[in-house]
């Protein structure tokens, strides 16, 4: 019973954020986007390509090539992902009818890039960290990520940018620009929301005095580290390194810790997409 009932509260939660992900994009489209006739990537940018074209509604039309997408990339996705996916697809083909008449006034490519790529790229992460995706585009960069271990973010922004290549059949050269200003935006506020409001780096040091900076560092962060063994490629010498995972806020103090009991140590800082375990928690 305890376990159903854990069930239920772990999807109810990750629903909850699919959609408010999906709320979240369907104001930006409404508020900003349109606001300077601008695009966007996914089936919802095709949608406002057709919109421009023929005056169709952006809110029928994506839920018409949503559905067909997901559809035919069921099998690609697991049953939870393809679940949360259709939930937030039709989410937002419902909150870009009912939010239609929503419009700030403001018609000034900077502010409606810069507002409609965050919010875009916010909505779009929270739908994935929930566990599905937003759009066509974000059906296959999650089978790139799943396939060939893509960066969800990176391939949804290389996708979306050969979409945004045909708004030039519809809109101003500026237009377009801004589109593509507005997709880097939302390319990083996409990663920042995946990959949480701490990310984390590795560290790995080569040093003689690895045991004594390992106890500074764990007592320090109170996370464990890894000694290695090593031997060096031109001495030969045998040499151990250390490992450790910490919060991207603690790396400054790792540093001068290290520095302070060895000067010589041999030091690389590395950037880290997923980790899992020891308390640390996976949102990608």
């Known amino acids: ?14 629903i909850i954020i699919c959609i408010l992900g999906a709320f979240v994009s369907a104001l930006a489209v409404n508020c900003f986007i349109l606001g300077s006739n601008l695009g966007d990537g996914g089936t919802v940018g095709i949608s406002l390509a ?39 697809n ?4 419902i909150f870009l009818d009912l939010t239609k008449t ?13 507002f409609g790529g965050v919010l875009v790229g916010v909505g779009i992460g929270l739908v994935i960290a929930a566990g599905g995706v937003i759009g066509g ?27 945004v290549l045909s708004f030039l059949f519809v809109l101003p050269l500026t237009n377009v620009l801004f589109t593509i200003i507005m997709l880097f935006v939302t390319e990083r506020a996409t990663s920042f929301i995946i990959e949480g409001f701490n990310p984390k780096k590795a560290v790995t040091v080569i040093s003689s005095k690895n045991e004594i900076i390992s106890d500074r560092i764990n007592s320090f962060t109170g996370r464990g580290s890894t000694l290695l063994n090593g031997k ?4 030969k010498h045998e040499t151990s390194m250390l490992y450790v995972v910490v919060p991207q806020s603690q790396v400054t103090r790792v540093k ?3 520095n302070e009991e060895d000067e ?21």
Do not use: C
């Open 102 to 114: 929503f419009n700030t006034g403001i018609d000034n490519f900077v502010i409606n890039a810069t």
């Open 256 to 258: 001068k810790l290290v």
């Open 232 to 235: 060096g490629g031109y001495g």
């Open 1 to 14: 019973m305890k376990m159903v009932e854990q069930l239920l509260k772990d999807h109810t939660k990750n």
């Open 137 to 163: 585009t974000s059906v296959i960069a999650k089978m790139s990520n799943k396939y060939f271990d893509i960066k969800t973010a990176q391939a949804i922004f290389v996708l979306d940018g050969l979409v």
């Open 264 to 284: 010589n140590a041999f030091l690389v800082i590395h950037d880290v997409r997923d980790v899992l375990g020891n308390g640390f928690i996976n949102l990608s």
């Open 90 to 93: 039709t989410a937002i083909s």
């Open 50 to 88: 057709l919109k421009y074209a023929f005056g169709w509604s952006p809110a029928l039309t994506s839920l018409i090539i949503n559905t067909i997408v997901i559809i035919v990339g069921w099998k690609f996705l697991s049953t939870r992902t393809a679940i949360y996916t259709f939930i937030a």
